[in-house]
């Protein structure tokens, strides 16, 4: 049986196992690269790949937001599965964002790895939970890798997000959501809209990334700061959802009359959504997550039953720690 070598490079790793190697979230010149999902902090370099495989929808927010085109695709979907020399490679849900995958490899002489890249083992209004499978080797992320991190109850979150929507408009402030522009801004509009509200979108990264769930069947109905009517919507009353409240204004100033624009700057209720927000410093906000808390990591690697885990993001040691603690052998990749 060959070596098998996981090192990080560039935003991601490279993974070699005899003759074969494959890059994950980083492009690497000549080599071909798995790319699970695309936020900025794993598309570094992409365009220097030899070929990416990933799905449609992943490419569709990637091109979206970054406004490269990119000639060698390999689009498969969750559960397809793509051979190339010495390995079969095959996609699987992760929850994360739209299109977001892990990746499986059966190598030739029957070794199994999983690449999680990022992911979420809860279902959400508009992401379905990752599922784990097994595998001798599993490469797990673990942004929320210690124990203080435990989300509650994703319906109750929303509930709590509903009622704080309710609360503002009632006081005659204007709810401000903040939440980033791929994947958490489109739970959160379509969270709003189901409670009957009417949602704007304050930035045009986040109405491109509408867009694109739209197409892929997503049911997003709200309108953009640049709607012709969007000051008599907000004056009747409705909801923002920003990924950067700054821009939101700088473009209210812009494009709303003054009456409307000096409301948004001056008698707005901010909340972040963000699982950071459990943390001690907290800014205002709701733990909502997109990623799986420290038990939901714990239980999917205990589910994998690899003989051997790397751990990848900022609390990669610790995390890799408390697997070694209940018996999984685990390496920090930092
Ligand atoms: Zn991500």
Redo the contacts with the bound molecule.
Sequence with gaps: MSTLSVKKVGTGFLLEYGNIRLAFDAGIKGETTLL??S?S??IGGLTRAAHIIATQATFDTWFARNANAFENKIILRVGDMFGQIGVNITLLNAG??LG?TMFHLEFDDGLTVLYT??FNNVDSFVHKAAKPVEADVLITEATYGTPEWIFPDRRGVYDNILDAATTSLDEGKIPVFNAYS??KSQEAIALLQSGGFRVVSGNMSIDRICKVYKDHGVDLRHQSLKSINVSDILDSGAVIVSSSIKHTIETARNVLDRKTSRRLELNTERFSLSGWTLGKYSERGFPLS??SDFQGLLEFAEAVKPRVTYVFTEKAHLFAKHLSEVGINAVPLE
Excluded: I
């Design positions: 699970s999902h936020h902090d794993h994360h964002v977001s890249g990022d791929l994947g997109a990623h």
